[in-house]
């Protein structure tokens, strides 16, 4: 009679582990609440003249930036080199990038976070200034070479 009964637990233990995992299929991973909300920004005035925004977007173009650490860092470099700010806000960053007709990241913090975290900024509060790492990447490293 026991042998009976431990068949069973195994058997009923295999029938949970594929009711819990089914064969063939992969469980959706659970979704984070805390990253799963995007970011909201505002666009602010940048102060900007007709002359200077298509610069900036000339500027961008020649840099041309791929990725969203190079998108962001390119706009960041320009703002604070061409206009009188020593750092920026989110917002700003932002705007700028809405003003290159780029597509802001969805989670912008996280994007200023890893830059800071590989010295290409510098995080002070909210605001954001160019480190002269950062500086020097988007002088001499972009645009990137192409791998022959």
């Known amino acids: 009679m026991l042998g009976k009964i431990k068949g069973d637990e195994e058997n009923v233990n295999e029938e949970a582990v594929e009711a819990v995992e089914p064969k063939g299929k992969t469980l959706a ?8 909300k995007p970011e909201t920004f505002k666009t602010v005035e940048l102060g900007l003249n ?6 900036f ?30 750092s920026l806000s989110k917002d700003e960053v932002f705007t700028g990038l809405r003003t290159v007709n780029e597509k802001a990241p969805k989670r912008l913090t996280s994007v200023l976070s890893n830059l800071a975290i590989s010295s290409y900024i510098v995080k002070s509060g909210s605001n954001s200034s160019l480190h002269h790492i950062g500086e020097d990447y988007v002088e001499r490293d972009l645009p990137k070479k192409k791998a022959k």
């Not at 991973?29 to 799963?36: E, F, G, M």
């Not at 007709?50 to 610069?55: F, G, K, L, T, V």
């Not at 977007?57 to 700010?85: C, M």
């Open 50 to 55: 007709a002359d200077e925004r298509q610069a």
């Open 57 to 86: 977007k000339d500027f961008y173009a020649e840099k041309s930036p791929s990725g969203q650490s190079d998108h962001v860092l390119t706009v960041i470099y320009w703002l604070i080199k061409n206009t009188n700010r020593e």
């Open 29 to 36: 991973k659970p979704k984070r609440t805390s990253s799963a």
